[in-house]
């Protein structure tokens, strides 16, 4: 069992940036394939990027491409979302989650688990 917690979140400019932290307990960490995902006021949870184990493939939403970079320090036992540029659409609560079938390319909600509480994004224009 992965328990998360994420931080990072805050209230920045657009254009400015921030990055995200979501830190796991559990000793099988680094056999989980990991994600975040983000959820905005009215909307549905929103898959974002997601990870392998090793760190050495990584998958993202088209809206985030070249925005976003998830990465993870497997000894630290944390993933992070690094978020550049980041405009108003990205307002939105931040959830990471273990994907449950570490199955490469996967963005559906119910092929994770784990969810940590979110941490809140708010990018004023």
């Known amino acids: 069992q992965v328990q998360l917690v994420e931080s990072g979140g805050g209230l920045v400019q657009a254009g400015g940036s921030l990055r995200l932290s979501c830190a796991a307990s559990?000793?099988?960490?680094?056999?989980?394939?990991m994600g975040w995902f983000r959820q905005a006021p009215g909307k549905e949870r929103e898959f974002v990027a997601a990870?392998?184990?090793?760190?050495?493939?990584?998958w993202y939403a088209d809206s985030v491409k070249g925005q976003f970079t998830i990465s993870r320090d497997n000894a630290k036992n944390t993933v992070y979302l690094q978020m550049n540029s980041l405009k108003p659409e990205d307002t939105a609560v931040y959830y990471c989650?273990?994907?449950?079938?570490?199955?490469?390319?996967?963005?559906?909600?119910?092929?994770?688990?784990?969810w940590g509480q979110g941490t809140q994004v708010t990018v004023s224009s």
């Open positions: 559990g000793r099988t960490f680094s056999n989980y394939y």
């Open positions: 990870i392998s184990w090793s760190g050495g493939i990584n």
């Open positions: 989650a273990v994907n449950t079938c570490n199955c490469v390319g996967s963005r559906r909600v119910a092929d994770f688990g784990s």
